[in-house]
């Protein structure tokens, strides 16, 4: 596997930055996730657009124009051979010293991924997941905007450690108030009566491309989607419940914290929406 770093591609095991970078040392960078469908990049610009605002949120300033990091993306999956992946798009503050100020760094650094993506068991998507609520809150808005895709991840990692030490593979976030904000890596909808919910972006959750297609799809099949605050007890009455995000898709949710949700077995709706997302990801994107 070769990887983009810096204008040159290296060979995976020579694809190194510097100890010095204040994206190893602080987090301090931004990044994307991204999937390559039948040789086409889904919905590469909206990706892009994302990392331009998490860059411009944290006061990064991207030396590349839209058109050349688009270019290093499809030029990472040429390289590799792929015609499906999952690209993993890195943009660190640069080297600087071990002071935390930015102004030390003279130049970011981007690093392209191409690689074989590793999927969810197809029984989870047959089944229904199992997830739980963490205790570990969402971060506050005021303090690191949950908007904003940085490399510091941990507020999510802490979390899915808890699931995963559990025997959990995801688990629902709440905000500091006590709704809903989305899952670890994935954003969550139910459906009730006839309409979507999810929460909105006020209550702490990411602009998740996948959730922005979802509610594409919803328009296009006539269902309303409700973007407001959704308490824990909105997911466990619910009569369906699923995640999106590029990993997962849509993935449905049959048991939060060992209580049923709707049937117990995936939903009608969320079956339809996976269905739906699938087709679309099979006629559009940006060809390599
Ligand atoms: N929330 C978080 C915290 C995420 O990291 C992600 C991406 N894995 C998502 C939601 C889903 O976003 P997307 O659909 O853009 O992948």
């Known amino acids: 596997m070769k990887v983009y770093i810096d204008g040159q591609f290296l060979d995976s095991g020579d694809a190194k930055i510097s100890v010095f970078d204040h994206g190893l040392l602080y987090g301090?960078?931004?990044?994307?996730?991204?999937?390559l469908y039948q040789g086409c990049v889904f919905k590469l610009d909206e990706h892009l657009e994302r990392l331009e605002y998490s860059a411009k949120a944290i006061l990064l300033d991207l030396p590349w124009s839209r058109q050349e990091i688009s270019d290093i993306v499809c030029e990472s999956c040429r390289v590799n051979g792929l015609t499906v992946g999952y690209i993993r798009l890195v943009v660190t503050r640069g080297i600087g010293s071990l002071g935390l100020s930015p102004k030390s760094c003279?130049?970011?650094?981007?690093?392209?991924?191409?690689?074989?993506?590793s999927l969810y068991?197809?029984?989870?998507?047959?089944?229904?997941?199992?997830?739980?609520?963490?205790?570990?809150?969402?971060?506050?808005?005021?303090?690191?905007?949950?908007?904003?895709?940085?490399?510091?991840?941990?507020?999510?990692?802490?979390?899915k450690i808890e699931?995963?030490?559990?025997?959990?593979?995801?688990?629902?976030?709440?905000?500091?108030?006590g709704y809903v904000s989305e899952c670890t890596g994935d954003n969550v909808f139910i459906f009730q009566k006839g309409k979507l919910f999810t929460p909105a972006f006020y209550a702490g959750a990411l602009k998740g491309i996948t959730r922005g297609v979802v509610l594409d799809i919803a328009e296009e099949l006539g269902i309303p989607c409700i973007q407001e605050n959704l308490t824990r007890y909105d997911i466990l009455v619910a009569e369906e419940c699923?995640?999106?995000?590029?990993?997962?898709?849509?993935?449905?949710v049959v048991?939060?914290?060992g209580r049923?949700?709707?049937?117990?077995?995936?939903?009608?709706?969320?079956?339809?929406?996976?269905?739906?997302?699938?087709?679309?990801?099979?006629?559009?994107?940006?060809f390599l």
């Open 28 to 35: 301090d960078g931004v990044f994307e996730g991204i999937r």
């Open 121 to 159: 068991p197809a029984e989870y998507y047959e089944n229904g997941l199992k997830i739980i609520t963490s205790p570990i809150r969402r971060m506050n808005p005021a303090a690191l905007s949950p908007g904003i895709k940085s490399l510091n991840y941990l507020n999510n990692i802490l979390a």
């Open 242 to 252: 699923f995640l999106t995000g590029t990993a997962a898709e849509v993935i449905p």
């Open 163 to 177: 699931a995963d030490r559990l025997g959990y593979i995801e688990a629902l976030m709440l905000n500091d108030q």
């Open 260 to 286: 049923t949700i709707g049937t117990g077995k995936p939903g009608e709706t969320t079956v339809k929406f996976l269905a739906e997302f699938r087709s679309k990801v099979a006629k559009e994107g940006t």
């Open 106 to 117: 003279s130049k970011p650094s981007i690093i392209c991924i191409a690689d074989h993506l």
């Open 255 to 257: 048991e939060v914290d």
